[in-house]
């Protein structure tokens, strides 16, 4: 079933709930409880957001939405006409009168398909990686968009061949993991990236992947809530030391 998650601390979920028909729809009324259920949700089809005006607040918490969730759906109901919102973004008049409204909203919704993100949401913590493709010697590259799955290395020349099978080793506060993994094709600088490529992991545990999953969706939750959120390098319980993947130091 399709799903929809509505942003509102006003407007009657009823209106919302008519509108969209046998999709299921899960309101909450907090900035935690909407950026909680955004990181834990893969398969949203959209979000619908209400807002009173687009103020630097409410702007910045659009930006991080949209930085790190570009290809969320997002349609922001608002009474503000004139505010401009960020690219992709759609508006709903919540000036409307609740036929017109609901009208407005299926019109929406008819245009959109559910977006399907990947199966680890992925994070920037400031780090580090080392990659060794033949065993024997290593190469450090600026390391982002950590997930549970793979990274993307930053590099400007000399990229690895596509295919090609590594050792990957990150460091982080206290720890360090190493996984085997394949190097990607390389990417042209972009709007979300610098020159680079990417790595999929090839032999993490399932526990190595839940603990990179938790840093990264805490990550993800604290950067939606707290618009300067500077996330710290992360590190280990003396327990989850002894993870597979995992290394002390």
Known sequence: MEKILLYTQTLDPKIIIEAVGDRAVTSVSSRMQLAETIVENKNLLCLLIEIDGLDEEVNQFLQSLRKQFPILNVGVITRDTKADLPEGYSRIDLRLE???????????????????????????????????????????????????????????????????????????????????????????????????????????????????????????????????????????EDDNLLTPNFEPG
């Open 98 to 236: 609740k036929d017109a409204l609901a009208q407005e909203l299926r019109h929406l919704l008819s245009s959109l398909a559910v977006t399907n993100r990947r199966a680890h949401n992925r994070f920037n913590f400031p780090l580090k990686g080392y990659l060794s493709t033949d065993g024997k010697s290593w190469r450090e590259y600026p390391l982002s968009a950590l997930s549970a799955s793979g990274a993307f290395l930053e590099c400007e020349r000399d990229l690895p061949t596509p295919d090609t099978k590594g050792v990957l080793r990150i460091v982080f506060q206290n720890f360090k993991m190493v996984t085997q993994c394949e190097v990607l094709s390389p990417r042209h600088a972009s709007s979300n990236f610098p020159i680079g490529f990417g790595v999929r992991f090839t032999d993490l545990t399932r526990a190595s992947e839940v603990i990179i999953d938790q840093f990264v969706n805490e990550a993800l939750v604290h950067s939606l809530v707290e618009p300067d959120y500077e996330a710290p390098t992360p590190s280990l």
